[in-house]
């Protein structure tokens, strides 16, 4: 079976200091992986996909993330926060390409 | 321009009423899928379709029901069955289903209010 965890349901950042938000995964298979973002009131914005090629996946927005098999982590990370990037995130696992698993989101708060 | 259209972004319905949220995609996507999204839960899959004329049950089907009768168009019914259905809810894309690189397209969605 498959699942997907995020293990931070909100995270705060001062802007301009990093940002991490943790993804862990349960898979019998090499799954995809993505990241995704969601403004309110919207739909959901691709920031990142990985499927098994590097490892290390750089998005949109100046996001990458990190795709570790011995620790099933995904984790989506920044250098430096911006206030645009307040939003909901969403890690989503995938193995058949016909079924996509989403964690239950984080809510990230960027603080002037 | 490409992407997903949902319509409309507000809906409200009466206990009882059946309602229709549309879901259109000029993408060429062969894949479509309904979400519905509720606090704190992540999405959940409604239904979803691989091919015109076909689709599969998602996790949370009970009363709701859908159709594909064209490539781009995949409606989604809200029925008086579904007990709880004031929600966030989501249309999404893929250019073909089995593809392990597949990435889904999200629509803006609607929100359904229940009076």
């Known amino acids: ?112 | 321009d490409g992407g997903i259209t949902q319509s409309p972004k507000y809906l409200f319905r009466k206990e009882g009423q059946n309602v229709t949220l549309s879901c259109e995609q000029n993408l060429n996507h062969d894949a479509m899928y309904w979400y519905r999204q509720d606090p704190g839960q992540g999405l959940r899959l409604i239904y979803y379709s691989q091919i015109v004329n076909d689709f599969q049950k998602g996790d949370i089907a009970e009363g709701y029901s859908v159709s594909r009768e064209k490539k781009e168009s995949f409606p989604l019914t809200v029925t008086s069955a579904q007990k709880n259905p004031t929600a966030f809810y989501l249309c999404a894309s893929s250019i073909h289903s089995g593809a392990v690189n597949n990435e889904q397209f999200f629509g803006p969605g609607t929100r359904l209010t229940v009076l």
């Not at chain 1, 995964?25 to 403004?39: N, T």
């Not at chain 1, 750089?58 to 990037?85: Q, R, V, Y």
């Open chain 1, 1 to 112: 079976a498959q699942s997907v965890t995020q293990l931070d349901s909100h995270v705060s950042v001062s802007e301009g200091t990093p940002v991490l938000l943790r993804c862990n995964y349960s898979s019998s298979y090499s799954p995809s992986l993505f990241w995704y973002v969601q403004h309110p009131n919207k739909g959901l914005q691709l920031l990142l996909k990985y499927t098994s090629a590097a490892t290390l996946v750089k998005g949109i927005n100046g996001f990458e993330a990190e795709f570790k098999k011995s620790e099933t982590s995904f984790h989506l990370t920044k250098p430096s926060a911006h206030m645009s990037d307040a939003a909901e995130y969403f890690c989503v696992v995938s193995l058949t390409g016909n079924q996509f698993y989403f964690g239950t989101g984080t809510s990230l708060t960027v603080i002037p």
